[in-house]
């Protein structure tokens, strides 16, 4: 296990007891309700911090592309939960998509047997051309099959629609979904530098928001799909706040239990393991360990975990908007999280999730408030404030999360609660 | 003959105009990942910073009444790369010298340059506000027209599409000769090639990286500001355009100025010929040969609103099958 010394266990206790105070204060001014529903999502928010904690504190893997495995679970569990669309299936919908199914798994069988051609002897450069041209082909034949039962579904569905399953199901598939995409980036991008993996992932990140932001007849698109179903008794069951307060309670045992399976993972030999590939790739290799397998294994759990948080996340909001997912609250303002709270640390991921988005959500309305007092000290100047001030205002809170992060990577590199490696002897 | 002129246009044109963008913005990118050995996530805010520069200047200089023959925005262009380029090693002062000092990893330099980019965006949208602007002040943009015989459309070159073609001539060239002939060019390709035995030869890596913030903030602010004049300052272009210009980095292979003018010009006809609707093409030979084959209504490889995947998949062939691109850079 991880060891904690009594110290740092002090320093712990003291810094939560200092967020609880926060919390409180939050219980205080804003309300149960609203309070309630910065907690869940904080939650959320650290579970997903969870993944990069793995990624990055664990195993020194770069993912810019947070936002795209979030919306890829998602949409997942929107997909596997929202109840069945039955004019879908009663069209012809469904044999459509079998067709283009059918000749996705042709073209993709096509394009392996060329890629594998090599083994009959042909020269390497042919079989790389050979590969791109069944490609190219195989992508031609299947977007021209997709545009018009796309649009046969939107006219005749509206969409697809979901399956109608338990909502947990859903989450399980949502983790399976993020997980599959971070294993074909991470096979590709994971032998090379890090720097790759950070453009690649942001690159497949942007690509799955434009994908769920057209693909109307999958996603609805930006006429967005609401309400997802809620996965335990809902508010006109039980009352509003009874029905936050359970989700928030089903959040905190899911926090625990991965908090839990993750401290013995990391204290495990596996997780020393990990943290050797990270210190010295050289040395790890050398002792026989196969580094890029092992960063793809963590590569694909740390999205798991993401993707999981992310449909926590949009049930809890109760709609699947494509254009809700943004790079710098779901990207950018994880990092921050867990290179605040400590990487490598799981008690830090926790800490950093909770402290931050608290902050997060309470620093909308204090910028509000300076810029407003700003206005009027400006306007008795004569000053003419812009009439768009309160949007340009909100954007300084883009500035202080890049000056948070330049600031804790040059004073403060290893978080509040920094990783604590057992020393023995 | 009017489908030709179409394809010139739509194709051929524009997809040297916005090669010519990505190939500016690639050559900071590749120099600064071949000097300073990461990959620099702020390009694209970078680029827009200098855009911005250019506007207030020319905005300034056209309330104050001056009047030239060529847009404000365009006369004032060195001043504007001067400016940015010393933005830009005030940037690498406060933020990433630091981190190289007490002997970071890369990657940790990555972060920051991100940390920088929200930055710079959280500054520009302040001042500027999240609308996008019009850089023309009192000038009209003025359009040349190129009869064609046998077709009543014509080839249409704007003036700041000419003057781009022209000004990433002189800054190809200009660059050709700096690396090739002077004694600081060679010293950064030296550096760029094996840090340590450059510094053993006596040459002074701090007036190197100063050199290579100077040329990409320089040609950042030149892409920044033409493609601005081109279409309209838009404060929100980053990753939208990063990812290209990365994409332009690594098929040029990274460190090689070269390889990214080549990578950038590669990926901006990949971009548009991909969105190109090539029925406009095949109807003419679907007459001649009196409709033996159905024309679709349009054949375009990519849909426009998927562009960014064109990049992005070629990013990733270039991964797979050679990593070190096509002008033989370094697998960082």
């Known amino acids: 296990m991880a060891s904690f010394t009594a110290g740092d266990n002090r320093r712990d206790l003291l810094l939560f007891a200092a967020l609880g105070v926060l919390l409180l204060a939050v219980f205080m001014s804003q309300g149960t309700a609203y309070a309630l529903r910065v907690t869940v999502e904080a939650l959320c928010y650290a579970l997903i911090a969870f993944g990069l904690s793995l990624q990055w504190g664990t195993a020194g893997l770069f993912n810019v592309g947070i936002m795209g495995f979030i919306a890829a679970g998602a949409f997942a569990s929107m997909f596997i939960s929202y109840p069945v669309n039955g004019a879908f299936w009663a069209s012809d919908g469904p044999s459509l998509i079998g067709d283009i199914a059918v000749k996705i798994v042709i073209g993709a069988g096509l394009v392996f047997a060329v890629s594998r051609s090599g083994k009959l002897g042909l020269p390497k450069g042919l079989v790389t051309f050979l590969t791109l041209v069944t490609l190219a082909i195989a992508y031609l034949v299947v977007s021209q099959s997709l545009d018009p039962a796309a649009r046969y579904i939107e006219s005749e569905a509206g969409f697809v629609g979901g399956l109608g399953l338990p909502v947990y199901i859903g989450w399980g598939f949502a983790g399976v979904v993020a997980g599959a995409i971070a294993w074909v980036v991470g096979k590709i991008c994971l032998g090379l530098r890090s720097d790759y993996l950070a453009i690649a992932t942001l690159g497949i990140a942007q690509i799955i928001k434009t994908f769920l932001k057209n693909a109307d007849w999958l ?32 959040t905190a045992v899911m926090l625990v239990i991965v908090y839990l399976l993750l401290q013995r993972a990391y204290g495990a030999p596996w997780g020393r393991m990990m943290r050797a590939i990270r210190d010295n790739e050289d040395a790890a290799a050398a002792m026989g360990k196969d580094v890029n397998r092992r960063r793809l294994q963590i590569f694909v759990f740390g999205c798991v975990l993401m993707g999981i948080g992310g449909a926590a996340l949009i049930h809890f909001n109760t709609i699947f908007d494509p254009n809700g997912f943004l790079d710098l609250n779901h990207t950018f303002l994880i990092w921050v999280m867990v290179i605040l709270g400590g990487p490598g640390n799981n008690r830090g991921a926790i800490f950093g999730a909770l402290l931050v988005y608290i902050i997060w959500t309470m620093s909308e309305p204090v910028t509000l408030y300076i810029f407003d007092h700003i206005r009027t000290i400006g306007q008795s100047f004569g000053w003419q404030p812009p009439a768009d001030l309160d949007s340009r205002a909100l954007s300084m809170r883009v500035f202080v999360i890049g000056l948070t992060i330049t600031l804790v990577l040059r004073f403060a590199p290893k978080g509040l609660m920094p990783e604590r490696l057992s020393r023995k002897g | 003959m009017n489908e030709l002129v179409f394809f010139i246009n739509k194709g051929i044109f524009a997809g040297a105009i916005i090669g010519s963008i990505y190939a500016l913005g690639a050559i900071g990118v590749t120099l600064i990942f071949g000097i300073l050995r990461f990959a620099h996530f702020a390009h694209g805010d970078m680029m827009t910073l200098g855009a911005f520069v250019a506007y207030a200047m020319a905005a300034a200089l056209a309330a104050a009444g001056v009047t030239a023959p060529l847009p404000l925005a365009m006369m004032m262009l060195p001043v504007v790369m001067l400016v940015t380029a010393g933005m830009a090693i005030g940037i690498d002062r406060a933020f990433y010298r630091p981190l190289r000092n007490a002997g970071a990893r890369g990657i940790v330099l990555v972060m920051a340059s991100i940390g920088v980019t929200l930055m710079l965006q959280g500054v520009i949208r302040l001042f500027a506000g999240p609308s996008s602007r019009e850089m ?197």
Do not use: C
Request: glycine share 8%.
């Open chain 2, 136 to 332: 023309y002040f009192n000038e009209r943009k003025d359009i040349f027209r190129i009869e064609v015989p046998g077709a009543n459309q014509m080839i249409t070159l704007t003036e700041p599409q000419i003057a781009l073609f022209i000004v990433t001539a002189i800054a190809v060239v200009a660059l050709h000769y700096f690396l090739s002939r002077s004694r600081l060019g060679k010293a950064m390709r030296a550096v760029s090639d094996n840090p340590s035995l450059a510094q053993v030869t006596g040459i002074s890596i701090e007036t190197v990286v100063r050199t290579t913030w100077i040329i990409g903030g320089g040609l950042a602010a030149l892409a920044g500001t033409m493609l601005a004049l081109d279409v309209s300052l838009k404060p929100d272009l980053s990753f939208n355009i990063l990812l290209p210009i990365f994409a332009a980095t690594i098929v040029g292979g990274i460190g090689q100025p070269y390889g990214a003018i080549a990578g950038g010009f590669v990926v901006g006809y990949a971009e548009t010929l991909a969105v190109f609707n090539w029925s406009v093409l095949l109807r003419p030979i679907a007459r001649m040969t009196d409709g033996a084959f159905e024309v679709p209504p349009s054949l375009a490889f990519v849909p426009t609103e998927y562009k960014l995947m064109v990049p992005f998949v070629l990013l990733i062939i270039i991964l797979i099958y050679r990593p070190t691109g096509i002008f033989k850079g370094r697998v960082l």
């Open chain 1, 219 to 250: 996603t609805r698109g930006t006429q967005t799909v609401s309400p997802l179903p809620w996965p335990l008794p809902t508010a006109s069951e039980i009352g509003f706040t009874a029905a936050r307060s359970g989700y928030l309670v089903m």
